[in-house]
DNA sequence: CTGTTAGCGCGTTCAG
DNA sequence: CTGAACGCGCTAACAG
C-alpha cells in the first residue's frame, strides 16, 4: 500500500524506488526502463510504464542533474525582455529548445553588466549545458567560458575571445539604407545610433560611413548623434539636431531610436517624407501602420533566436569543433517615408 | 595545490569540500557558513569566505533543491511569447522574481492544451516552487495543485478550483468601451472577440452585452463575432461583417483583433471615425501613433505580471492562507478614433 | 538481461 | 561552536 489513506496529496512523490517496488525488479532497472537506454526485458518494461502511469511518477529533474553534471535548462540572457525585439528573440530561442526537449530560464538584465555577471553565476550553478546572451559587456561570456560552459552571443559580439556567435550583418544594413537615401539625392543624412560599444550599432555606423564613402560623399560629423539607451531627452534632442542641422534624411539605428525620430519629426512639424527621409532599423508593427509607412531595414529576429538556439545546441553535440560565426542577412523595405530631398 | 596546473578548466568545479579542505573545517561549517544559518566562528567564517573566493566557488543548485526539496526556479506558460502582452506580462514576471532572489523558466504554449501539460510535467520534475500560467484549459493548474504546487492564474480563469489569480476587470473593460460608443449615439455595434473559452474573453463580451442592456438597446447577434485565434482569414471576415452588416462602430476585444479590425477598416475603404469608430482592448505602440490614433481600453500589463508574480511569493511564504484573486482595473483612453455616428 | 554498489554535492540532524 | 554521518533521487559501473 503505497498511495496515501485520503487520496490527498500523497507523503511524497514517487521514486523509481517506489515503482521498482511496485514491479518487482530493482531501481537501476526500473531507471533503465524509463531512460530507454540500456537493457531491459518487454515483461519488466511494461510492468515498469503501468507502474509509472498508475502512480504518476514524474522523474526528478535535480537529482539527474546532480548526477549527470548537466541539466536540461539553458540560460538566457537578454537586455530588456520588454523590448519587442528581445521578446522575439526569445520566441525563437523557445521554440527551438522546446521542440529539442530543452528549456529556458531567462532573465532581462537592463544592459547591465552586473546583473549579467550574476545571471551567469546563477546558470553555472544550475549546471545549464550553455548560455545565449545578448552581451552588453566581455565579463560574463568570459567568465562562462572560463568555467567551461558553451556560450553564445546573440546579435551582438562583445567578447574578446572567440566564441559561438550569431548576428545581423549590420555593417551591410547600414550600407544599405544609406545607399539607398544617398540614391535619392540626399547629401545630409543624420545617423542615430545607441551610445554603447555594442557591435551591432558600430556596424551600422560603419555601413554609414562606408556608403558615405563609396560615393565620394565627406561627413559632417554634427550628423552623427549618439543617445543613451534609456535617456528621457532622446527625442528633444532629435529635435533639436533636426532644427539645427537641417539633415534631409535621417537613419535612426534601431526600433527605439526610429519611434522617437518619428515623433521628433512630427513635433517639429515636417512633413514625411516631403520635408524629411526617414529609415528604420528593426522592422515593428507599426512601421507599416503609419502613413507613411516607414523605410526601413528588417532583420529576422525570430530566426536569430531560432539559429542561436541551434547552434548552442550543435555545440552540445560535437564540443570540440571551432567557434562558428553566422552571419544573417538583413533587407531593406522601401516604403512611404523615403523620397528625393526637397 | 588544488588549482589545476595548466589553469584551464578544472579538473571539477570546487565543492563545498574543497572549501572546507582549504578551510580547515569540515564540510558542515562550510555550510553553514555560506548559507547563513547556524553557528560558526568569525575566524572560520573569514577562512571559508576567503577560500570561496579564491576557488571561485559557486554553490550547486541541483544538490540543493534535491535536498530541500525546492528549487528557486518558478515555472512560467504563457501562450506565445512573440506577442506583445505576453512579452510583457512575463517581463512584469521576471522583474519582481529576479528582485527576490529567484528566476523563471518559461514556455510558450500555443494555447495547446497539451503542451500546458507537458510544461506542468516539467514545472514539477524540476521541482519548482510555484507556477504561474495564461492558462488556456483548467487541467494544467488542476494537475499542479493536485500534486501540491501552488499555481497562480494571470490574465484568465480557469481552473474549476479556486486558487490564486490576478485578472483585469473584463467586464468593466468591455462595459466602458461599449458605454462610451453607445453615449456617443452608436446603435450597431460589432464585437470581435477570440472564439475560446477564456474568461477574459467571455468578460469583455458580457460588458458589451451588460452596457446594451443598461441602456434598453437590444443587440443584434449578427454583430457580435468569434474569430479563431490565428484564423487566416480573419481580416476577410472582418470585412465582410463591416459590409453585410454596417455597423457604426467596432469593438474588437484584443490587440490582435484591433489590428485586423483597423486593416479591414482601410481595406473596405471606410473613413475612420467618419464611416465608422473602432475602439480596441489592450494598448499597444502602434495604436498612439496612426492617425487617427486608436481609442483603446488600456489595461495595466507589466503590473499584472508584477502582481503574479508578489502574489506567487505571498503564498510561498503563507501557505495556508485562503486563495486570493486580484481584480486589476483598466482604463479607457479617448483618441481619435471614436467619434459620433455620420 | 538484471541487481548490487557507489557516489553526484549539499543540508541537517545529533553528538561532542 | 563544530564535525561525523546520513540521505535527497538518480544513474553509471560492475558483477552476476
Redesign the interface.
Known amino acids: 500500500m503505497s498511495t496515501a489513506p485520503g487520496g490527498h496529496?500523497p507523503p511524497h512523490?514517487p521514486t523509481l524506488a517506489d515503482l521498482a517496488r511496485e514491479a518487482g525488479t530493482s531501481r537501476s532497472t526500473a531507471s533503465r526502463a524509463l531512460s530507454g537506454r540500456g537493457y531491459v526485458s518487454p515483461e519488466a518494461r511494461d510492468r515498469l510504464f503501468a507502474a509509472a502511469e498508475r502512480l504518476?511518477y514524474?522523474?526528478?529533474?535535480?537529482?539527474r542533474?546532480?548526477k549527470q553534471r548537466r541539466?536540461r535548462?539553458v540560460g538566457v540572457i537578454v537586455s530588456?525582455?520588454?523590448n519587442?525585439f528581445y521578446?522575439?528573440l526569445?520566441?525563437g530561442i523557445?521554440?527551438i529548445l522546446?521542440e529539442r526537449g530543452y528549456?529556458?530560464?531567462?532573465?532581462?538584465d537592463n544592459s547591465d553588466g552586473v546583473e549579467e555577471l550574476t545571471a551567469a553565476?546563477?546558470f553555472?550553478?544550475?549546471?545549464a549545458p550553455g548560455v545565449i546572451i545578448t552581451p552588453g559587456a566581455p565579463d560574463a561570456t568570459a567568465f562562462l567560458l572560463?568555467?567551461?560552459l558553451p556560450v553564445v552571443e546573440v546579435d551582438r559580439r562583445m567578447s574578446e575571445q572567440s566564441c559561438d556567435a550569431v548576428v545581423i550583418d549590420n555593417v551591410r544594413g547600414g550600407r544599405v539604407a544609406v545607399d539607398h537615401l544617398l540614391s535619392l539625392g540626399h547629401r545630409r543624412i543624420a545617423h542615430l545610433g545607441v551610445d554603447t560599444d555594442w557591435t551591432s550599432d558600430a556596424g551600422r555606423l560603419e555601413g554609414y560611413r562606408q556608403a558615405h564613402r563609396a560615393a565620394g560623399i565627406p561627413i559632417d560629423e554634427r550628423l552623427v548623434l549618439r543617445i543613451a539607451s534609456h535617456d528621457p531627452s532622446a527625442e528633444a534632442r532629435i529635435v533639436e539636431l533636426l532644427s539645427r542641422e537641417s539633415p534631409t534624411a535621417v537613419f535612426a539605428a534601431n526600433n527605439i531610436l526610429a519611434?522617437q525620430a518619428?515623433r521628433a519629426i512630427r513635433t517639429r512639424g515636417l512633413a514625411l517624407p516631403g520635408g524629411v527621409s526617414l529609415v528604420g532599423f528593426d522592422d515593428?508593427?507599426?512601421m507599416e501602420?503609419?502613413?507613411p509607412a516607414i523605410t526601413v531595414v528588417d532583420q529576422p529576429t525570430?530566426e536569430l533566436g531560432r539559429r542561436a538556439a541551434a547552434l548552442l545546441l550543435r555545440r552540445l553535440e560535437e564540443p570540440g569543433s571551432a567557434p562558428t560565426v553566422e552571419l544573417l542577412q538583413p533587407s531593406l523595405l522601401v516604403r512611404g517615408s523615403t523620397a528625393p530631398p526637397a
Open positions: 496529496p512523490a504518476g514524474v522523474p526528478n529533474a535535480s537529482a542533474t546532480l541539466s535548462v530588456d525582455l520588454g519587442q521578446a522575439r526569445a520566441a523557445e521554440q522546446r528549456h529556458m530560464v531567462i532573465v532581462g553565476r546563477t553555472l550553478a544550475m549546471h572560463r568555467r567551461g519611434q518619428w515593428v508593427q507599426w501602420m503609419v502613413s525570430f
